[in-house]
C-alpha cells in the first residue's frame, strides 16, 4: 500500500495560495507527488500535460469554478479522481454529482489523505467524510 501510495500524482487547485502551499507540504509528507495550480484554467494545464492519480479542487473560484473545472477534468482525465473542496458547506448539488468526493476545507487534516486512500482502494473512507 505504501508504495503504490508514494507513486500518486496529486494535483491541487485553489486560487488560495497560502492554503495550497500548506496543502502541497501536507501531502508531500506522506509521500505524494503534488503538482500544485493557483487557477482552474492552470489546472487543467497541467492535467493536460501530466498523468494524474487524484485532482482536489475547491470549489470558489473566480474565473472558473470547481464546478466548471470537475466537468474539463472528466473530459481530460476520466480515469482521475476528484476531491471538492470547499469552506462553505452548501455547494451545489449538480456540482456534487461531478466529483468523487467532498470534503469541507475544516476538515482538511483530518480527512483528506484517508479519502484519497479511499478513492485509491487502499482503506476504509471515514465516517465523516461526503462522497458522491
Known amino acids: 500500500m505504501a508504495s503504490a501510495l508514494k507513486s500518486a500524482v496529486l494535483l491541487c487547485i485553489d486560487d488560495n495560495k497560502a492554503l495550497l502551499e500548506c496543502e ?53 482525465r476520466p480515469q482521475a479522481s476528484v476531491i471538492m473542496l470547499s469552506a462553505a458547506l452548501d455547494v451545489p448539488e449538480e456540482a456534487l454529482k461531478l466529483v468523487d468526493a467532498f470534503v469541507a476545507k475544516d476538515n482538511l487534516s483530518r480527512q483528506l489523505v484517508p479519502v484519497i486512500a479511499w478513492l485509491q482502494g487502499f482503506d476504509s473512507l471515514p465516517q465523516s467524510a461526503y462522497v458522491t
Not at 32 to 53: F, K, N, Q, R, W
Not at 54 to 59: A, K, M
Request: without cysteine.
Open 24 to 76: 502541497k507540504k501536507f501531502l508531500e509528507s506522506f509521500g505524494y507527488t503534488v503538482l500544485t495550480a493557483p487557477s482552474g484554467s492552470e489546472g487543467l494545464e497541467l492535467a493536460s500535460i501530466h498523468s494524474i492519480d487524484v485532482v482536489i479542487v475547491d470549489y470558489s473560484m473566480p474565473e472558473m469554478n470547481g464546478q466548471e473545472v470537475a466537468i474539463e477534468l472528466k473530459r481530460l
